[in-house]
């Protein structure tokens, strides 16, 4: 064999061998860029929470994640009373129209959220002008007139409004919010009344954390059993779920899901994350009230997480997703609240600060072991 045909044989080798590369890192990219939305398509809609880059176009690298792996979207703030009507009769609706923008953009199910909360919302909506609290009728009218525009506004673009959110208890009672103490218990009554005035095609929620818990439970059947006898339309619940690596709730998020079920109302996953850090008070809890300082102890991955807790909110997703898929049937929809981990909430809550990992998606949107174990889920 002479040196020009050694070299043919050589040069056809290196293009063989390249070849074999290149088909092999397709076919890693390939997997690695396989839609949630897809994936789970046929079962409930994957949702995500935008913050305001993200709502106003800004964040382009976390919006190519939204439009490949999300089919549902939510504000994280926009759409909250303080920021939609920071002053009585003055409404800032540019974040809320990005929010839409971008739901028509990617043809995603549009969620509102939230119309009616006791956090969250501007403080002249509870006072007059003196500083004295108003009257219930007042407060009514001030309820309906942001619920009228709000819902109005976006009437055909906003598939679901979360209506109410977090009235109650751990034990099921009625929180004594300001809504609560001006109006009276009938406040959720009237929000759902007016939010369906405003778009009777809406689909309309009551939104809470901890459903899991016995108690809360038997509490938010109660409240939709007693809207539905009046005729008041409520169409679901949302199970918020911020969880923990510690925490083993599935038997009783999985009695959850099929008591609202019976209840005759759909279920929906909102608020989807599980912090990888320790808690710093004994029970978890998704209060926003909470705040404590900011100790090295509860803060451990300060630049990077290990393999090993990795793996463990691999264990922990798909643990929980085999809860979601075995209810596919009463679940309509999936929601993580927040699309990497540079964005959660879990970063400076309930200590400003901290490094957490909680979701799919790391801080360069590239994805992490546990949306692996939830795609490798998927085909078995």
């Not at 699309?339 to 959660?344: K, R």
């Amino acid at each position: 064999m002479n040196l020009k045909t050694t070299l043919s044989y050589i040069l056809v080798g290196i293009i063989a061998l390249g070849s074999i590369s290149c088909q092999t890192t397709a076919k890693k990219t390939e997997v690695k860029s396989t839609s949630l939305a897809q994936t789970f398509e046929g079962k409930f809609l994957i949702g995500t929470a935008l913050n305001t880059a993200q709502v106003l176009g800004e964040d382009t690298s976390s919006l190519k994640v939204v439009g490949t792996h999300f089919n549902s979207i939510v504000a994280e703030n926009c759409m909250k009373s303080e920021v939609l009507q920071p002053q009585q009769g003055l409404f800032d609706f540019k974040q809320a129209d990005g929010l839409i923008k971008q739901g028509e953009q990617t043809n995603s199910f549009v969620v509102g959220h939230t119309l009616v909360w006791h956090s969250q919302a501007p403080a002249w909506i509870f006072v007059d002008k003196a500083g004295n609290e108003v009257s219930r009728d007042t407060l009514i009218e001030r309820m309906r007139t942001h619920i009228a525009t709000v819902v109005g506004r976006y009437k055909g673009k906003v598939h679901g409004w979360d209506v109410v959110n977090e009235a109650l208890n751990e034990d099921g009672t009625l929180r004594e919010s300001k809504w609560y103490n001006i109006i009276g218990p009938d406040f959720i009554e009237l929000a759902f009344k007016f939010a369906h005035e405003a778009d009777p095609e809406a689909e309309l929620y009551y939104n809470d954390y901890n459903m899991y818990k016995p108690e809360k439970r038997e509490g938010a059947i109660k409240l939709v059993k007693s809207l539905k006898e009046k005729g008041i339309k409520v169409d679901g619940i949302g199970m918020q779920a911020h969880y923990g690596l510690d925490m083993e709730v599935t038997s009783d998020i999985e009695a959850s899901i099929k008591a609202f079920a019976a209840a005759g109302v759909h279920v929906m996953i909102t608020e989807l994350d599980v912090s990888v850090l320790p808690f710093p008070a004994e029970e978890l809890t998704a209060e926003v009230s909470q705040s404590y300082e900011n100790k090295p102890e509860f803060n451990p991955y300060v630049t990077a997480v290990p393999d090993s807790i990795q793996q463990a909110l691999a264990n922990h997703y798909v643990d929980l997703f085999k809860v979601y898929l075995r209810n596919h049937d009463k679940i309509s929809r999936i929601t993580f609240w927040g699309v990497n981990d540079s964005q959660t909430w879990r970063n400076y809550w309930p200590i400003s600060g901290r490094t957490d990992y909680p979701l799919l998606f790391d801080r360069n949107n590239q994805t992490k072991p546990a949306y692996d174990a939830l795609i490798e889920l998927s085909k078995n």
